[in-house]
């Protein structure tokens, strides 16, 4: 049976792409740059900060000048934590039935802690979650099995009766990796030129509410 789930972060959990794609334009204007499109950062966001440097300047990534970048970007997006992130509309209502039902939930994430802790804090679910596993939380970030085999060790779960739920491969890679079950979060962010089918997760979802139907159906059986 389902006991566990862990969520990644932004475009599974939360909707972050309006304040990350705050952030990178703000730092094209600073460089005299337009601002791009919100419909062609929003893609993107999951891929990490790397990624937003990469689509928002023409610069090489093992740069001085691309490190300066990320490190600025960072910071403005420090800035506007959480003026436009949110919970995906269903979301709370998904967190508390996993609640009433006695599920343990958690969120693994390769956002660092320093952006990761303040932003679930002022989402206030800090002391809902039964864990929280950030980029520097462990050694290696996902797509590597070590964030979610430590996410079952300090919420006391197991990897067998646990689900991961993510919106990039990565996210599905390192659940598998771990010997949980997966989920395909399809309204996150995935670029069209993606396909998800190819990932091999146990289960695609087009809404947050689709989980509780997953679950109960997998418990059920």
């Known amino acids: 049976m389902i006991k566990s789930v862990f969520f990644d972060l932004d475009g599974t959990l939360a909707d972050s792409a309006p304040d990350l794609a705050a952030a990178l334009n703000q730092l094209r204007r600073e460089h005299d740059k337009a601002d791009l499109p919100y419909k062609q950062i929003r893609p993107v966001v999951s891929q990490g900060g790397d990624a937003m440097i990469l689509l928002g300047f023409d610069v090489d990534p093992e740069s001085d000048v691309f490190a300066s970048l990320r490190q600025r970007f960072l910071q403005i997006y420090e800035q506007l934590l959480h003026n436009g992130t949110s919970l995906f509309p269903e979301m709370e209502s998904v967190l508390d039935q996993l609640e009433r039902e006695g599920l343990t939930w958690g969120v693994v994430t390769n956002k660092p802690s320093w952006l990761t802790n303040p932003l679930m804090q002022k989402l206030r679910l800090e002391t809902r ?87 109960r159906q997998q418990n059920r059986a």
């Open 129 to 215: 979650a039964g864990c929280i596993v950030s980029g520097d939380s462990t050694e290696y970030k996902k797509p590597h099995p070590a964030p979610m085999l430590y996410a079952c060790e300090i919420s006391n779960s197991r990897p067998e009766t646990s689900v991961y739920v993510g919106d990039a491969r990565r996210d599905i890679d390192a659940g598998r990796a771990a010997g949980m079950y997966t989920i395909v979060a399809d309204y996150g962010y995935i670029s069209d030129d993606e396909n998800s089918t190819d990932w091999r997760a146990d289960a695609h979802i087009s809404h947050p509410l689709e989980l509780m139907d997953w679950i």
